[in-house]
């Protein structure tokens, strides 16, 4: 998940019906129009029939207010929210499974330990790691782990909920000359 490209990192809830196909269609405006999503996660919320999506992605402003206008006249969505830097709490799961034997063991253990991650699976050669945190948090310790030789990597990609007493259903979409 990187940030290439001149654009800034947006992060978007979008509240849409969980019905087949609404991911497609979300998901193809964006490439429709040539951007590329950096990282999508989508679940249930807390009403039945409703489902989150949380995209981020890198474009300037003017692009996404395209974007938002053309998803809202999606007839399966019901509300789209971009979060401001700050206003959000977002946090990502990775599963990262590291060559570890030797010495190398018992640094890898006090990188977890010092990431507050736990270690999952264990094999003769490997420790399994899962983590949960801000994405700055999993480069930090990706960067970290690197040395040592990554096996395999999963990620979710991120999920946001707005700070506040606040749902999604109450709030609204930043206007684009904020």
């Known amino acids: 998940m990187s940030n290439g490209g001149g654009g800034t990192l947006h992060t978007i809830?979008?509240?849409v019906e969980d019905k087949p196909g609404v991911l497609t269609r979300v998901a193809g405006l964006f490439s429709a129009?040539?951007?590329?999503i950096d990282s999508l996660a989508v679940g249930p919320t807390e009403s039945s029939g409703l489902s989150r999506m949380t995209i981020v992605i890198n474009?300037?402003?003017?692009?996404?207010e395209q974007i938002t206008k053309q998803?809202?006249?999606?007839i399966n969505v019901i509300k789209i929210l971009e979060h401001e830097p700050g206003s959000a709490v977002e946090r990502e799961l990775m599963l990262v499974k590291v060559r570890a034997s030797g010495d190398d063991r018992a640094r890898v253990m006090e990188i977890a330990e010092v990431f507050r991650v736990n270690i999952v699976d264990v094999t003769a050669s490997t420790l399994t790691l899962e983590a949960t945190g801000k994405p700055d948090k999993l480069e930090a310790l990706l960067?970290?782990?690197?040395?040592?030789?990554?096996?395999?990597?999963s990620r979710t990609g991120?999920?946001?909920?707005?700070?506040?007493?606040?749902?999604?259903?109450?709030?609204?979409?930043?206007?684009?000359?904020?």
Request: proline share 2%.
């Open 13 to 15: 809830s979008v509240l």
């Open 33 to 36: 129009r040539g951007f590329n």
């Open 143 to 153: 960067s970290l782990l690197d040395d040592f030789g990554i096996v395999e990597l």
């Open 158 to 178: 991120r999920i946001a909920l707005g700070r506040g007493d606040r749902g999604i259903k109450e709030r609204v979409l930043r206007a684009a000359n904020d």
């Open 59 to 64: 474009v300037d402003t003017k692009p996404l």
């Open 71 to 74: 998803l809202n006249k999606l």
